[in-house]
């Protein structure tokens, strides 16, 4: 085989290629199974072992050089074709953009108006002691009032003696079902006159509906002061409501019972000639101030607890609660 022709040859051919498919029949002709080269290595073993030793030697240096031209040429239009595939004068392709969630939105806009108002934002645990989350907001044991909080209770066993500083640490554990116990723990550490809200998750075991999920937002909201009175809530919580859903909203103040407020009651929105119940609140009762060490007979207050879920279902027109926990793309995508 005429080694320096296959190569002379190979070499003009190669000038010749212009793009990558080109490149890739050059390879198949020269370096293939089927080209002149494969051909002669297959036909080496009916050599002497001389000629086999010397042809083979060269045939592989043949291919070693065919080898190099060809990766070569490949590298050049690899490094090319990067260039000539990006047209800048075609549309570029549309990026979904991520957003907020709804609940997300709702939360800021319900902080946003309290935050107007002069309330400061505070956080509570979402695993609360039986202390603060019932004993110390008048929820004694065996008292009917706690059935109104279905709750999830905790294996307190988990936790190691060392983690137990103080009596209080002893207590069972649980899910919050309400954000009320951040109540007392910010009235144990501040002497009024404060104005907090606390929003945050609360867990309740119970069964779904299109208006009740086993985990929600509330937000709760507590004034100390002097001279705080109900009338004074009212006002307030009007003005708030009003700010985040509408000046045209209608509202209902009913009676109602919690044992940490006297007197108590509950707030409710029409809409689409329904009444919804928006939030629970009160004039906090005498005994949590005791119970927080404030002094005698000084101070009023009045908290509340507001529904998120029920505020985005109003805002949004959504009609079932648990579309929100859903993860569902088409839900979601419409906000
Ligand atoms: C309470 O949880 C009281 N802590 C509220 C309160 C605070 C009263 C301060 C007085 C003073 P209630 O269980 O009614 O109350 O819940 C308050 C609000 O949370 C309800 O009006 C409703 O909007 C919302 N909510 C309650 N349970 C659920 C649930 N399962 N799913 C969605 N939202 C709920």
Same mark, same amino acid.
């Given at each position: 085989?005429?080694?320096?022709?296959?190569?002379?040859?190979? &070499?003009?051919?190669?000038?010749?290629?212009?793009?990558?498919?080109?490149?890739?029949?050059?390879?198949?002709?020269?370096?293939?199974?089927?080209?002149?080269?494969?051909?002669?290595?297959?036909?080496?073993?009916?050599?002497?072992?001389?000629?086999?030793?010397?042809?083979? &030697?060269?045939?592989?240096?043949?291919? &070693?050089?065919?080898?190099?031209?060809?990766?070569?040429?490949?590298?050049?239009?690899?490094?090319?074709?990067?260039?000539?595939?990006?047209?800048?004068?075609?549309?570029?392709?549309?990026?979904?953009?991520?957003?907020?969630?709804?609940?997300?939105?709702?939360?800021?806009?319900?902080?946003?108006?309290?935050?107007?108002?002069?309330?400061?934002?505070?956080?509570?645990?979402?695993?609360?002691?039986?202390?603060?989350?019932?004993?110390?907001?008048?929820?004694?044991?065996?008292?009917?009032?706690?059935?109104?909080?279905?709750?999830?209770?905790?294996?307190?066993?988990?936790?190691?003696?060392?983690?137990?500083?103080?009596?209080?640490?002893?207590?069972?554990?649980?899910?919050?079902?309400?954000?009320?116990?951040? &109540?007392?723990?910010?009235?144990?550490?501040?002497?009024?006159?404060?104005?907090?809200?606390?929003?945050?998750?609360?867990?309740?075991?119970?069964?779904?509906?299109?208006?009740?999920?086993?985990?929600?937002?509330?937000?709760?909201?507590?004034?100390?002061?002097?001279?705080?009175?109900?009338?004074?809530?009212?006002?307030?919580?009007?003005?708030?409501?009003?700010?985040?859903?509408?000046?045209?909203?209608?509202?209902?103040?009913?009676?109602?019972?919690?044992?940490?407020?006297?007197?108590?009651?509950?707030?409710?929105?029409?809409?689409?000639?329904?009444?919804?119940?928006?939030?629970?609140?009160?004039?906090?009762?005498?005994?949590?101030?005791?119970?927080?060490?404030?002094?005698?007979?000084?101070?009023?207050?009045?908290?509340?607890?507001?529904?998120?879920?029920?505020?985005?279902?109003?805002?949004?027109?959504?009609?079932?609660?648990?579309?929100?926990?859903?993860?569902?793309?088409?839900?979601?995508?419409?906000?």
């Amino acid at each position: 085989m005429d080694f320096k022709q296959l190569l002379t040859q190979a &070499q003009n051919d190669l000038k010749q290629v212009s793009c990558e498919a080109e490149l890739e029949s050059w390879r198949i002709k020269y370096l293939g199974r089927k080209s002149g080269l494969a051909s002669f290595f297959k036909t080496l073993k009916d050599l002497s072992d001389e000629l086999k030793k010397r042809q083979g &030697q060269q045939a592989n240096e043949v291919r &070693q050089q065919l080898q190099e031209w060809y990766q070569k040429a490949s590298q050049q239009f690899s490094n090319s074709s990067t260039v000539s595939i990006l047209d800048y004068t075609r549309p570029g392709k549309k990026i979904t953009q991520g957003h907020l969630h709804p609940l997300t939105l709702s939360l800021r806009k319900i902080i946003k108006s309290f935050e107007k108002l002069g309330f400061l934002v505070v956080e509570g645990p979402e695993i609360e002691t039986e202390y603060y989350h019932f004993d110390a907001l008048r929820i004694f044991p065996d008292h009917p009032a706690r059935d109104m909080w279905n709750t999830f209770w905790l294996d307190s066993k988990n936790k190691t003696p060392s983690a137990r500083k103080t009596k209080k640490d002893e207590e069972k554990l649980l899910l919050r079902a309400h954000t009320s116990p951040v &109540q007392i723990r910010y009235m144990e550490q501040h002497i009024p006159p404060l104005r907090i809200i606390s929003p945050g998750r609360c867990f309740r075991y119970e069964a779904t509906d299109a208006t009740h999920n086993f985990q929600f937002y509330q937000v709760e909201g507590l004034m100390v002061d002097e001279h705080i009175t109900l009338a004074g809530f009212k006002s307030l919580i009007t003005m708030a409501l009003k700010s985040i859903l509408g000046d045209n909203i209608l509202l209902r103040f009913r009676p109602s019972y919690f044992p940490f407020v006297t007197p108590g009651i509950e707030v409710d929105v029409k809409i689409a000639g329904k009444w919804i119940e928006l939030l629970g609140a009160g004039m906090v009762h005498p005994d949590l101030f005791k119970v927080v060490g404030y002094e005698n007979n000084k101070w009023q207050g009045f908290a509340f607890g507001l529904g998120v879920e029920r505020f985005a279902m109003l805002n949004f027109k959504v009609d079932d609660i648990r579309l929100f926990y859903s993860s569902d793309v088409r839900f979601l995508e419409q906000f």
